[in-house]
């Protein structure tokens, strides 16, 4: 439990556990105020079972939920209320433990100095200098005068990149800029501390690697000479050219690399996220599941397993019959497979998007006797009775629920952009940001990029994506800093290392449109059948790839392809933000 003390009556924490309710508890706190909305991040404990784990310990609770970047008067007088009512010392929380430092100087502004509030955050490790010119103004207005305004950009937060996001699309991004020209000042927004090699996650949840080789120290990770702002970007303002952070504060830029990353929408499955992690129901797709996976695997030994595919788009498409294969691997080894009802309930209408690999995973669902049923989506789980439910999503059954007994099912969830991302003026329709699929660029704004799986672009949504992406995203970012015409493209390339069984994968490596684009020599490496060799590059050679060379600037085989024509004029000169 990291929190820090702010004052004798007040103390902030990152996001607490319900575990570490009772912790807080024993350190003599009596009451707990959650500042972070419900689902705002995987994984995160919902407000009621904070609050049942406070009333279990003795401890008050308030929630006073806000949206990062959107702090109002009505939640200062919140928090005002709760830290005049509740009996302290008192403990609030939040994704950084930022919003409720915040809310804690604005509710002490009436009586305290501005400069008094910011250097008592300051020394319990939060910035909340940007608020200086509100809590100087609620010293000198009485309460009915508060006004909620937008706040100007603060002088010296200007930079010439900001990068939003601190996975494999911002560090590989950020990396590759300052690769190229060394003095560029990147500013890169990301409020974790770990950064997680999602890839190996499939092979945590088939036994193969341990969960802790999955994950880096963030401090380790982000280029030198990159500031780290330690925040969550809440809001984008690309006609000011600025992002607005969750404490409200605004920086400003000459160009944005966008790379977010999406949304896992666990809700998007009715029952599903109460049951994760007990009941048999599991996902690869989280960081703390994924051992969950292979436990399920270890002790089956016959019943029935289902493994469920959503619609696209989603990370590495291939990931949901990973789990699949490596499963009834490791079942077919133990000699259980023959008493195993394997079922893998897909919501597309074919098992993979590019049609020359599928013969291959088609002889393995054979000789797994997988029941392959297409055009099926999850939709429902009731985790105690162990059934699911499934929508029939064509043909004449179209709409159809069937309902399937489990003993284990692994879940995709279904992906979506994140909330402040399709509430931007950056989304498109679907709510992704709407880029050019060639240059990565911003169709509307010729001073914002983005790459990784908040993107428009039509193209597999996985690290080897990015590791084509970030050099193309640079090239292009200092042709705009410097008013050229970006030039580089991106062709649409992924990879997605299909483990068909312990020792084997077939390597789909394609671009846009469905081309095969392999990285090495047919009599090296056939893609379209198993191979070993591709199972050692998996296994032995792509994490160090990702860690020594990708995030390093190190673009190991990607050389960005020039654009043959011309491109429109906005993304010239008129990408550039006005001179001040």
Same mark, same amino acid.
């Not at 830290?83 to 604005?106: H, I, K």
């Not at 010729?446 to 428009?456: E, M, Q, R, T």
């Not at 199972?535 to 060379?549: D, R, T």
């Given at each position: 439990?990291?929190?820090?003390?702010?004052?004798?009556?007040?103390?902030?924490?990152?996001?607490?556990?319900?575990?570490?309710?009772?912790?807080?508890?024993?350190?003599?706190?009596?009451?707990?105020?959650?500042?972070?909305?419900?689902?705002?991040?995987?994984?995160?404990?919902?407000?009621?079972?904070?609050?049942?784990?406070?009333?279990?310990?003795?401890?008050?609770?308030?929630?006073?939920?806000?949206?990062?970047?959107?702090?109002?008067?009505?939640?200062?007088?919140?928090?005002?209320?709760?830290?005049?009512?509740?009996?302290?010392?008192?403990?609030?929380?939040?994704?950084?433990?930022?919003?409720?430092?915040?809310?804690?100087?604005?509710?002490?502004?009436?009586?305290?100095?501005?400069?008094?509030?910011?250097?008592?955050?300051?020394?319990?490790?939060?910035?909340?200098?940007?608020?200086?010119?509100?809590?100087?103004?609620?010293?000198?207005?009485?309460?009915?005068?508060?006004?909620?305004?937008?706040?100007?950009?603060?002088?010296?937060?200007?930079?010439?990149?900001?990068?939003?996001?601190?996975?494999? @699309?911002?560090?590989?991004?950020?990396?590759?800029?300052?690769?190229?020209?060394?003095?560029?000042?990147?500013?890169?927004?990301?409020?974790?501390?770990?950064?997680?090699?999602?890839?190996?996650?499939?092979?945590?949840?088939?036994?193969?690697?341990?969960?802790?080789?999955?994950?880096?120290?963030?401090?380790?990770?982000?280029?030198?000479?990159?500031?780290?702002?330690?925040?969550?970007?809440?809001?984008?303002?690309?006609?000011?050219?600025?992002?607005?952070?969750?404490?409200?504060?605004?920086?400003?830029?000459?160009?944005?690399?966008?790379?977010?990353?999406?949304?896992?929408?666990?809700?998007?499955?009715?029952?599903?996220?109460?049951?994760? @992690?007990?009941?048999?129901?599991?996902?690869?797709?989280?960081?703390?599941?994924?051992?969950?996976?292979?436990?399920?695997?270890?002790?089956?030994?016959? @019943?029935?397993?289902?493994?469920?595919?959503?619609?696209?788009?989603?990370?590495?498409?291939?990931?949901?019959?990973?789990?699949?294969?490596?499963?009834?691997?490791?079942?077919?080894?133990?000699?259980?497979?023959?008493?195993?009802?394997?079922?893998?309930?897909?919501?597309?209408?074919?098992?993979?998007?590019?049609?020359?690999?599928?013969?291959?995973?088609?002889?393995?669902?054979?000789?797994?006797?997988?029941?392959?049923?297409?055009?099926?989506?999850?939709?429902?789980?009731?985790?105690?009775?162990?059934?699911?439910?499934?929508?029939?999503?064509?043909?004449?059954?179209?709409?159809?629920?069937?309902?399937?007994?489990?003993?284990?099912?692994?879940?995709?969830?279904?992906?979506?952009?994140?909330?402040?991302?399709?509430?931007?003026?950056?989304?498109?329709?679907?709510?992704?940001?709407?880029?050019?699929?060639?240059?990565?660029?911003?169709?509307?704004?010729?001073?914002?990029?983005?790459?990784?799986?908040?993107?428009?672009?039509?193209?597999?949504?996985?690290?080897?994506?990015?590791?084509?992406?970030?050099?193309?995203?640079?090239?292009?970012?200092?042709?705009?800093?410097?008013?050229?015409?970006?030039?580089?493209?991106?062709?649409?390339?992924?990879?997605?290392?299909?483990?068909?069984?312990?020792?084997?994968?077939?390597?789909?490596?394609?671009?846009?449109?469905?081309?095969?684009?392999?990285?090495?020599?047919?009599?090296?490496?056939?893609?379209?059948?198993?191979?070993?060799?591709?199972?050692?590059?998996?296994?032995?050679?792509?994490?160090?790839?990702?860690?020594?060379?990708?995030?390093?600037?190190?673009?190991?085989?990607?050389?960005?392809?020039?654009?043959?024509?011309?491109?429109?004029?906005?993304?010239?000169?008129?990408?550039?933000?006005?001179?001040?």
């Amino acid at each position: 439990m990291d929190l820090k003390q702010i004052s004798p009556f007040f103390a902030a924490s990152p996001q607490l556990s319900v575990a570490e309710i009772g912790m807080a508890a024993s350190q003599g706190y009596k009451a707990i105020i959650n500042n972070r909305p419900d689902a705002e991040e995987d994984g995160q404990p919902s407000s009621a079972e904070i609050e049942a784990a406070a009333r279990a310990q003795g401890l008050d609770y308030r929630y006073i939920p806000v949206i990062g970047g959107q702090i109002g008067e009505a939640d200062v007088e919140a928090m005002t209320a709760a830290l005049s009512d509740l009996n302290g010392p008192v403990l609030a929380y939040c994704r950084t433990g930022t919003r409720s430092v915040t809310l804690w100087a604005l509710s002490e502004a009436r009586h305290i100095d501005a400069d008094a509030l910011i250097r008592t955050a300051a020394e319990a490790g939060y910035d909340i200098s940007s608020q200086r010119s509100r809590l100087a103004a609620r010293l000198r207005q009485p309460a009915h005068a508060q006004e909620d305004r937008p706040r100007p950009v603060e002088p010296g937060a200007r930079y010439d990149v900001v990068v939003i996001g601190g996975g494999a @699309g911002g560090i590989a991004s950020a990396a590759s800029i300052l690769k190229r020209r060394p003095q560029t000042r990147i500013a890169l927004i990301e409020p974790r501390d770990e950064h997680y090699y999602q890839p190996g996650w499939t092979l945590v949840g088939g036994g193969v690697f341990r969960r802790r080789e999955t994950v880096r120290a963030m401090a380790g990770l982000i280029p030198k000479g990159v500031k780290w702002i330690r925040a969550a970007a809440a809001s984008f303002e690309p006609d000011r050219q600025a992002v607005v952070l969750e404490d409200g504060t605004r920086l400003a830029y000459s160009v944005l690399v966008a790379a977010p990353g999406l949304k896992l929408d666990w809700d998007q499955v009715d029952g599903l996220r109460a049951t994760l @992690g007990k009941n048999g129901v599991t996902s690869n797709y989280r960081f703390d599941l994924a051992p969950y996976t292979w436990e399920l695997v270890r002790n089956l030994r016959s @019943g029935t397993a289902l493994f469920t595919q959503p619609p696209m788009p989603i990370k590495c498409a291939g990931a949901p019959q990973k789990a699949m294969y490596l499963a009834c691997d490791a079942w077919k080894r133990a000699g259980a497979l023959d008493k195993i009802q394997v079922e893998f309930r897909n919501a597309g209408g074919t098992l993979f998007g590019v049609g020359a690999y599928v013969p291959a995973l088609m002889d393995y669902v054979k000789d797994y006797a997988i029941d392959l049923e297409l055009n099926s989506n999850l939709v429902a789980i009731d985790g105690p009775k162990r059934t699911a439910t499934f929508k029939i999503m064509s043909g004449e059954r179209e709409g159809e629920l069937v309902e399937r007994r489990f003993d284990m099912i692994h879940v995709c969830p279904p992906q979506t952009a994140p909330d402040f991302v399709k509430a931007s003026p950056l989304a498109n329709e679907a709510g992704w940001i709407e880029v050019s699929a060639e240059t990565l660029q911003h169709v509307r704004y010729g001073n914002v990029f983005a790459l990784g799986d908040a993107c428009s672009a039509p193209n597999a949504k996985t690290a080897a994506a990015v590791r084509a992406q970030a050099p193309v995203v640079a090239e292009n970012v200092i042709s705009v800093l410097d008013g050229r015409t970006p030039r580089r493209i991106y062709n649409g390339y992924g990879s997605c290392p299909l483990t068909v069984e312990r020792g084997k994968i077939v390597l789909a490596e394609f671009g846009y449109g469905g081309k095969l684009l392999p990285t090495f020599p047919s009599w090296l490496v056939d893609g379209t059948k198993p191979s070993r060799l591709a199972w050692f590059l998996k296994e032995k050679m792509l994490p160090a790839i990702y860690f020594g060379a990708m995030l390093k600037g190190r673009e190991w085989l990607v050389t960005p392809e020039r654009l043959a024509h011309t491109p429109s004029g906005y993304e010239a000169q008129d990408a550039l933000p006005p001179r001040s």
